[in-house]
């Protein structure tokens, strides 16, 4: 089979590897449609994230979709053909984060394109059946694939405890923002303000949904805030910004500290977390994506065929008005 292999930052080749076989319990799956998310381009600029280094030539790619090509010893539950959407992180299953239901927090969890865990840029790949979750028909290949970003959205709506006639704030528009403000209207959200600095992310942020892309004073403060942009000044200003009792969850990744506002917090009683990832939402955001009311191919923007992957990878930054690119192994 062939693999878009990281060798050294910006050296990506595509090369021949001996197809991969499914261990007991896994699932053998041909790969229809690989998402690039800005940490593969991060991977790929630098050979790095935080204490995350490429030492050895890696795989990139984490949001996949595709078909089930074999099945391994004692899989009783997927068989050969179903289309099925990956969950790229497969923990160790028996841990006490594990055990508890914070699968994501798992200290030995294995997850796509991290180093030394290959990723799905490539015809083929094998997981852990349980991670390899059937999709309908209503969701297309992109769609199935996307269901990775969906999940920091629904995980992170979830964590807010957005509810019906909350008032959410979304600071920037990438995929993952769009992604957060589709969610929080389908859990009920009556009003989303979504923030960015580019306003064509924010013309596309009116048409997935938003209600408004500037802060109205007349209006009343925000219930919630989904921070999804990694800036230090989004942050400060999404916490001013929020009502009483606010809670905001803090999604991108930017500075790995800032000051944090104590007394604003504490007088107002502002409920501030983080996410990592996501655990369990597989489910939901198969249904969102299967009743349209969260819209995935509306954010693709390219498709690129495997041996185009190096150009994937930088279409963000150099195709100006690229949201969500696709990269198809098959082609
Ligand atoms: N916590 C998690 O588990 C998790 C998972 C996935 C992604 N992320 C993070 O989520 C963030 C968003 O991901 P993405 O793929 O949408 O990235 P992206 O870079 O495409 O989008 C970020 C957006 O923020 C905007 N922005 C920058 N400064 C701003 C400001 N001051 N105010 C408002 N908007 C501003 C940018 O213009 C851009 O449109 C990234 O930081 C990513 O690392 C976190
Ligand atoms: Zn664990």
Not at 18 to 36: D, K, S
């Amino acid at each position: 089979m062939r693999a878009a292999v990281l060798r050294e930052p910006l050296d990506l080749i595509v090369e021949e590897r001996p197809a991969p076989q499914p261990g007991p319990g896994e699932v053998l799956v041909r790969v229809t449609a690989v998402g690039v998310c800005g940490s593969d381009t991060h991977y790929y600029d630098h050979g790095r994230i935080g204490h995350f280094v490429v030492e050895a030539p890696l795989v990139l790619g984490h949001e996949a979709a595709g078909v089930i090509e074999a099945v391994g010893a004692g899989v009783t539950d997927r068989h050969v053909g179903q289309r099925v959407s990956i969950e790229p992180g497969v923990p160790d299953l028996t841990c006490p984060e594990c055990l508890a239901g914070r699968y994501n927090l798992c200290h030995r969890m294995r997850f796509f394109a991290t180093p030394p865990v290959d990723g799905a840029f490539a015809e083929l790949v094998t997981v852990h059946a349980a991670f390899a979750h059937p999709v309908p028909d209503e969701v297309s290949d992109d769609a199935a694939a996307l269901l990775e970003p969906l999940s920091v959205a629904v995980w992170a709506c979830e964590k807010a405890r957005v509810r019906p006639g909350d008032r959410v704030l979304v600071t920037g528009a990438g995929p993952i923002g769009l992604l957060a403000l589709q969610t929080a209207r389908a859990y009920g959200a009556t009003d989303v303000t979504v923030l960015d600095i580019n306003p064509d992310r924010l013309e596309v942020a009116r048409a997935c949904g938003a209600t408004r892309t500037a802060l109205d004073e007349h209006q009343p403060a925000p219930t919630v805030l989904l921070e999804c942009s990694g800036s230090t000044a989004a942050v400060m200003s999404g916490l001013r910004a929020l009502g009483r009792a606010g809670r905001a969850v803090l999604i991108g990744m930017g500075a790995d500290e800032l000051l944090i506002p104590v007394a604003e917090l504490q007088m107002r009683e502002i409920v501030l977390t983080g996410v990592f990832r996501y655990a369990n939402t597989w489910p939901t955001a198969i249904h969102l994506a299967a009743s349209g009311r969260v819209d995935l191919d509306a954010l693709v923007t390219a498709h690129y065929g495997l041996r185009d992957t190096h150009l994937a990878l930088t279409a963000a930054r150099e195709v100006p008005g690229s949201i969500k690119v696709i990269v198809q192994p098959h082609k």
